[in-house]
């Protein structure tokens, strides 16, 4: 499978660097290094959903419980995750960091995630959500750390889009 | 059963726990019998109260976590019963206030008037105690059975679709803020865990 394993260590080490300790997540192609990185981390709380929104709630649960955490989705889990995110983590001003890969941009080949990938940079523009892209690996470090500073000086989301150059290794 | 009485009859055990509410007429009412900084109540966002009590729960194992849910918000998350059931921390337990019906907006039933069973589903999601309950004293001591066990259990308490606004609460909004309830709520848990 041509998911970078490399660019996933860098994400997951930058992730273990801004000091989270609990992920949500619920698998797709792009994420499932990640995934198992954080499986095999005895320091790791895993949890694995089965919708992306309550990832939101696992976020709101572990910061009340003092822990800085992540959710890892694709951008069709983060447009499932809506109302979650607009009357939980906004309304209650909740820091939550969002790892979106952005599936459905140049280069996707499966028809299926196309429409998603249209709407996934307008949808957090309306909400107001700052986001970054993540697409090369010079980006990961410094970007998920300035992110996680922002998400918990606003107390309010912040969002990284995962891209198909930083993620995948063939060339489409 | 009436909530409030079901409420009352736990409150001195909801009283030194972190209790996470759903909105409507469960946080009014919890209010009304009294807040204490340890109860955050979820006033939209529905269906996710008890994922933000299971987050709690996994976070800190040594802190007893209450998460009071109601049918409406299960329906709206029923795959987080089996996020529940699969991690299922033992000092986790939920109560869910079956009233048949979404009461806060009307009154209009939900499936469990046309006999979805929470409880069951419960169960099958892997929950590993269920009870199913419709008198107060047993959901009183099927609340304590649950805190005095080691398993996460989730009690589905029959309750009447019945409110009366408590003193000092309009509708269903209390004069408690949203977001003093939720930092208020948080340093109280960061106190929790500075005193161990």
Redesign the interface.
Known sequence: MPVSVDSSRIVYDALKACGV??VSALPETWLVHLIRMADDDPEM?L?????E???????????????R?AMLMQNHGFLASI??IV??AQ???IPLLMLVSDRGTFGEPDPWQTEGGLVTEHVLHALRIPFERLDTREQVAPRVAKAMTLAHASNRPAALLLGRDLMWEEGA | MRRLEALQAIYPELERRVV?TIMGAVAAELQSLGHRPGF?Y???????????????????PE?EVVVLDGDGSVLM?M??L??MG??RPPNLTHVVFDNESLLSVGGFPTATSAGSDLAAVAAASGIPATERVSDVDAFADAFNRALASDRLTTIVAKVDAHYEAPARTKGFVTDLG??EN?FQ??RH??SL?EER
Do not use: P
Not at chain 1, 47 to 51: D, W, Y
Not at chain 1, 54 to 65: D, T
Not at chain 2, 45 to 60: D, K, Q, T, Y
């Open positions: 300790e609990l709380i949890v694995r959903l089965a919708k929104e309550e990832g939101v709630g696992l976020s709101a649960g572990a910061h009340f419980a003092g822990k955490s109302n979650g009357s939980g309304l209650f001003r | 996470v955050f979820l006033q939209h966002a529905m269906g996710i109260a008890s994922s933000i009590g299971l987050g709690i729960a996994l976070c800190r802190l998350n795959g987080g089996t996020t699969r991690y949203l977001l939720r709520f948080a848990l960061r865990v």
